[in-house]
């Protein structure tokens, strides 16, 4: 695996643990 796949596969790690941080806070919010 190259130092360039492994920055972009820890950037969509990244993304997708932002993405579900904001859906637990919209539902903590919105109940």
Known sequence: ????QLRI?????????LCALGLISIV????
């Open 1 to 4: 695996m190259k130092p360039m």
């Open 9 to 17: 596969t820890s950037r969509k790690k990244l993304t997708s643990l």
């Open 28 to 31: 903590a919010i919105y109940p």
